[in-house]
């Protein structure tokens, strides 16, 4: 059974015109579609049953960990919330049953720790992890449909005050590839602000959305992970078809022949730079699941999946902490494989209707 297109869009920009998107539609497709004729085209599209037992088998492994990370560790993570939490409110919308109120406890979880460094929000210094910690934890929420209060005020005011003497934001540390990339923290910080930005704030949040519009532009990626937030961040910042046609057409030409992305260029494929990347491409400009640009990346997938559901991706970032087990498999590289089945899993969901 061939995938069918699915051309939904969870970020949508609402004040764009429709025309827009249809002519940016088109003309994605025509850039992502050229010079890849070089690539082996793989033998069959996935099957449905085969992309719907993937996920399948991939949500019950998010979910048990993040509740066992919680449990560990009072703070809030990308890893273990953020991505998580963005992969089951998808999920329920593609039809899979998934435990409320395990998302309802994530939902808590990271409110409970924003709570504990509201003083800190108040004054502009925010938590660890500064404006990757805030802006994808109210990427997390906004989601979830949690609704707007002082605590999401307090913490999108320390966005824009953070990093303002720069048209972008930067990291706190380097642990690649989830936190070091300037445009990573960039997108998300223009996320956070997207989805919690009060009227009061419009003002300021313009200001710096421009800045940062103005430096993604001229700025190009060096890693995968800068091609991907690149791409997202110029939706967010209201870029031009060109420029995001551009973006697009530089991330789809980094897929390997085997249908797979790596993060760095010496590196081999792995499931998170392939499933960030899928993702990218797909919210940022609709590309349609049944593309050779995605069917390929998404028998990529399906292929490298763990039996348990997992996708392993080796780590290459230094510890910043002691080590925990959340639950997850693969011992040291736990946190960065859940990182990647949560991604591997959101683009899978894109190709389920």
């Not at 019950?60 to 992969?87: D, G, I, K, N, Y």
């Not at 999920?91 to 409320?100: L, M, P, S, W, Y």
Request: hydrophobic share 35%.
């Amino acid at each position: 059974m061939p995938l069918p297109a699915h051309t939904s869009t969870l970020c949508p920009m609402k004040s764009v015109p429709l025309f827009r998107f249809t002519r940016l539609r088109l003309l994605l497709l025509l850039v992502l579609t050229t010079g890849t004729d070089t690539l082996p085209a793989s033998n069959q599209s996935p099957t449905l049953s085969a992309v719907r037992s993937s996920i399948e088998k991939s949500l019950p492994l998010l979910t048990s960990s993040a509740v066992q990370s919680a449990e560990r560790r009072s703070c809030f993570t990308c890893h273990h919330q953020a991505l998580p939490m963005l992969t089951l409110v998808e999920a329920r919308h593609q039809g899979f049953r998934i435990e409320e109120t395990v998302l309802q406890d994530q939902i808590h979880h990271t409110t409970a720790h924003l709570h504990r460094g509201l003083e800190n929000y108040l004054t502009g210094s925010g938590q660890g992890g500064r404006a990757d910690t805030a802006g994808s934890a109210l990427w997390a929420l906004e989601k979830t449909g949690y609704n707007r209060d002082p605590l999401t005020a307090a913490v999108a005011s320390f966005l824009i005050r953070w990093n303002d003497d720069t048209p972008y934001w930067a990291p706190q540390s380097d642990r690649p590839p989830t936190e070091g990339s300037r445009f990573t923290s960039t997108f998300l910080a223009l996320r956070g602000l997207a989805g919690y930005g009060t009227e009061n704030q419009q003002d300021a949040i313009t200001k710096r959305r421009a800045a940062a519009l103005d430096w993604l532009v001229a700025t190009p990626p060096t890693t995968t992970e800068d091609s991907v937030f690149r791409l997202q961040a110029l939706v967010l910042a209201g870029a031009s078809d060109r420029h995001r046609a551009d973006a697009a057409r530089h991330l789809s030409r980094l897929q390997r022949d085997d249908g797979g992305w790596a993060q760095l260029p010496g590196a081999e494929s792995d499931a998170y730079a392939t499933g960030s990347a899928l993702v990218a491409l797909h919210d940022a400009g609709e590309i349609p699941t049944r593309s050779s640009v995605f069917t390929r990346g998404l028998q990529f997938l399906i292929q490298s999946q763990q039996p348990d559901g997992s996708w392993h991706v080796v780590s290459r970032s230094v510890p910043i902490q002691d080590p925990y087990d959340s639950g997850f498999p693969h011992g040291k590289d736990q946190f960065i494989s859940a990182a990647a089945t949560a991604w591997a899993t959101r683009a899978l969901l894109r190709a389920s209707p």
